[in-house]
């Protein structure tokens, strides 16, 4: 089979499950924003940066570390390893849950809002459950078995979008801050039911064997301590630009205004742009057991031309249409709301590329067992964008936050990619410029038709189109395997 028709092919079905998931979770922020006003959405985004912190530090790194740890070793050893992971994780997940919800008031007022500490309380339950699925996962990514990740991810998403959306409902009626409660409420009722799955589906696979030791833990703690650092620099991030976005704003504009514009950029706006995220990730998490198992051939190369033409095409939809995708997605906003959604959305375009080619050299380099690597990248990425936004924000306001952030990925890819590139990774120079004329097809195409059709209607014929055409760009320089795909799927059917 073509290297790159095995990239697709082996990756294809978690990449369709996770998209799929996706749209749950878009089915689920758009009527949930709604309901809520961006007020209550400035609250409920509130308690998701420390989440995202905390998620990392119990157990962000156990599904790369793990799915690692079992594709390059025996499977007994492997079990061992996973069934150690979920013990002693869960362990370290359940002091950190209590942390939070025992200290929630302290955290709220340090974020510049006290009125989210019972957010802090509801959520923190999900720190255990989130451990209890990461391991699960890193094991079946590890054997290369990526359906049973694909279907917790949708667990996860049809039960936040029934009961978050039932728990805003019931609570937006007595008021906002127990609407933003009752949503929060269906996000931890999710990780449990999809922890509960991934449970069951790792014990019948291991025929209920169950192996715990303290050493085998132990000797993963130092790959799971720079892999965390990694993934715990944009939470992290993320968190000190939540509080400095709403303090330094609250002093020109009053703290609900400034709630009001944080919810507008983290969660209107970054949903969006996250949106594509979901597919990276996927072939992030197809890539790392592939790169550790010596397997990867020309998949590397296949997931980076993927990267681009996915994330270019994807920036592009958004930097010439953010007004249209805004209204169509929530019609609620008022025009001022409107308008401001589709200046940052235009201005953080560009992190949809940055940002799947981050994530796709983080990969390969997590798979060389270069978990350092890419942390210090980030930490110093970081540092840029705390820097950045400590100048910007007093000046040019909430658009300085997203500012800061394309700041950070622009400091964070070179970085990646030069230390990739030394770590074995073949990056040829006319195959890329190849793949970057797939941006100049979609980005003419969708730029002329919109501009001829100023309409929603004229947004979808222009993606379309534009698709369409760099599709077939795409497969007139084999660039992507289009028609080999087709075939190979055929025959798995």
């Known amino acids: 089979m073509n290297k790159n028709t095995r990239f697709f092919t082996g990756v294809g079905a978690f990449v369709l499950l996770s998209v799929a998931a996706k749209a749950l979770g878009l089915f689920y922020r758009v009527p949930l924003f709604n309901i809520l006003s961006p007020s209550g959405v400035g609250l409920y985004q509130l308690a998701f940066p420390l989440y995202a912190v905390l998620l990392t530090l119990s157990s962000s790194a156990l599904p790369v570390v793990l799915s690692r740890k079992v594709a390059s070793g025996e499977d007994e050893e492997g079990e061992k390893y996973v069934s150690s992971a979920l013990v002693f994780g869960t362990i370290f997940a359940v002091v950190m849950a209590a942390l939070t919800a025992g200290f929630s008031p302290f955290i709220a007022r340090f974020l510049g809002n006290g009125n989210a500490a019972e957010l802090f309380a509801v959520i923190s339950p999900a720190i255990v459950f989130v451990a209890v699925l990461s391991a699960g996962r890193g094991y079946f990514q590890g054997k290369r078995n990526f359906l049973p990740s694909g279907i917790s991810l949708i667990i996860e998403q049809s039960v936040k979008l029934v009961l978050g959306i039932a728990g805003a409902l019931i609570g937006v009626k007595i008021s906002v801050k127990a609407g933003a409660i009752g949503a929060v409420a269906g996000v931890t009722a999710s990780e449990l039911v999809a922890a509960i799955y991934i449970t069951i589906r790792y014990f019948k696979s291991i025929r209920f064997k169950f192996s715990v030791s303290i050493k085998a833990f132990f000797s993963l703690v130092p790959s799971l301590f720079t892999a965390s650092l990694g993934s715990l620099v944009l939470p992290l991030t993320m968190l000190v ?85 805004i209204s169509a997605l929530f019609p609620s906003l008022s025009a001022g709301d409107l308008a401001l959604s589709a200046g940052l959305l ?21 798979g060389r067992g270069k978990f350092f690597v890419p942390a210090l990248n980030l930490l110093i990425a970081g540092a840029a964008k705390v820097g950045a936004s400590f100048l910007l924000l007093p000046r040019a306001g909430i658009y300085g936050a997203m500012a800061s952030s394309v700041i950070c990925y622009c400091v964070a890819l070179p970085l990646n990619v030069v230390f990739a590139v030394k770590n074995g990774l073949d990056f040829k120079f006319l195959p890329m410029l190849k793949t970057a004329g797939a941006f100049v097809v979609f980005g003419v195409v969708a730029g002329v038709l919109g501009a001829v059709f100023p309409s929603f209607w004229g947004f979808a014929v222009a993606v379309i189109a534009a698709g369409a055409l760099c599709a077939g760009y795409c497969a007139a320089f084999s660039l992507l395997p289009l028609g080999r795909l087709v075939q190979s799927v055929k025959k798995r059917l």
């Open 241 to 325: 630009d939540s509080a400095m976005a709403i303090n330094i704003l609250s002093k020109f504009e009053g703290v609900e205004a400034a709630t009001r514009e944080y919810g507008i950029l983290s969660g209107q706006v970054a949903s969006i742009i996250n949106m594509p995220s979901v597919v990276i990730a996927a072939v992030g998490a197809y890539l790392v057991p592939t790169v550790a198992a010596r397997r990867n051939g020309g998949e590397t190369a296949a997931a980076l031309k993927f990267a681009c033409v996915f994330g270019f095409s994807a920036a592009f939809a958004l930097f010439f249409f953010p007004s249209f995708v």
């Open 346 to 366: 235009r201005l953080g375009a560009v992190n949809v590329l940055l940002t799947a080619l981050v994530q796709t050299t983080t990969a390969y380099l997590h």
